[in-house]
């Protein structure tokens, strides 16, 4: 047997919730199981939860994600998930468009046999009253004449991560794209969501992508966003397929991302989600634990 000379990165990733009593828990959905794709295969994932649940399923949900699902019977002042996946991960070189592409121009049009299938992903699901939003995406725009797609998507993709501050926040959920643009300033979800809702209003496909970022130990990149779970965009050109795009960092292909999910909008996507049967005070908080070690590097605690 030949071993791979792919690249191998190792995700750990541990959540732990805690109660001030013992409680019982509702049903739970985990997504952290890296998606495979051409150039991203699991070798091996482990999920251990406790307490031990009563049962485990796994399922692929609309979009093709790998979702378990557990439930419980028993109580506890603790609920702890830990995944563990270890991938090959080999981005591919960008892919570029030639002028012979339909896409090469914007505006273009998708395959009427496409478009029924990408109209989810083209169609804003986030108001913009003022046209606030489309006015900031039509800035992409060459005012002389037919601008070139790569073009509207490479600059959108730098231009957020030079003109908006990143900050950490940690109330649930992904803040408005209106919100992000008025303020400068949010998480990589929110970055991401800004982007994919300009894009629709210029008519391309866009969804939003949750997964992890690699952030290299022996040079640095000026990555934010480690050491969580991290947001990126998959855009849908003709001829092209889905290419990511991560507002937050600059990246435009899938170096150093992970893939997990894939959706429409964020809730879609969040990686763990459940409840418990009790009072509010009874939860005491949370710890998240993200690390991802490429093969040679050392594990650090």
């Known amino acids: ?49 406790t307490p031990p649940p009563m ?35 080999e981005p591919t070189d960008e892919f570029a468009l030639t002028p012979d592409d339909a896409a090469y121009f914007y505006p273009f049009r998708y395959d009427d046999e496409e478009f029924p299938d990408l109209v989810q992903f083209v169609r804003p699901q986030y108001g913009d009253p003022d046209g606030e939003l489309s006015a900031w995406a039509r800035n992409y725009l060459d005012p002389d004449g037919p601008t070139p797609t790569f073009k509207i998507l490479s600059e959108m993709t730098h231009g957020i991560r ?44 866009a969804r939003f992508v949750s997964g992890y970022l690699f952030v290299h130990g022996d040079r640095a990149h000026g990555y934010v966003g480690g050491g969580s779970t991290h947001a990126w965009v998959q855009v849908y050109l003709p001829s092209a397929g889905w290419i990511e795009f991560d507002p937050t960092n600059g990246i435009i292909g899938s170096r150093d991302l992970v893939r997990v999910a894939v959706a429409r909008d964020p809730s879609q996507a969040i990686p763990l989600h459940g409840s418990y049967l009790g009072g509010a005070d009874e939860f005491i908080g949370m710890d998240v634990t993200i690390r991802v070690v490429s093969a040679g590097e050392p594990e650090r605690e």
């Open 1 to 49: 047997m030949i071993a791979s000379k792919m690249p191998l990165l190792t995700i750990h990733h541990k959540t732990e919730y805690r109660y001030s009593q013992p409680v019982a828990f509702g049903e739970h959905r985990i997504m952290l199981r890296p998606r495979d794709g051409h150039d991203l295969r699991v070798l091996k994932g482990q999920l251990d939860i």
């Open 55 to 89: 049962a485990l399923r796994w399922i692929h949900d609309v979009f093709g994600n790998s979702v378990a699902i557990a439930t419980f019977d028993e109580r506890s002042t603790t609920l702890t998930f830990n995944s563990v996946a270890t991938v090959e991960h």
């Open 162 to 205: 030079a003109s908006f501050s990143y900050r950490k926040r940690h109330e649930r959920g992904t803040q408005h794209p209106l919100d992000t643009l008025q303020t400068g300033s949010g998480t990589c979800r929110d970055f991401a969501l800004l982007m994919i809702e300009a894009l629709r209003r210029l008519g391309i496909a």
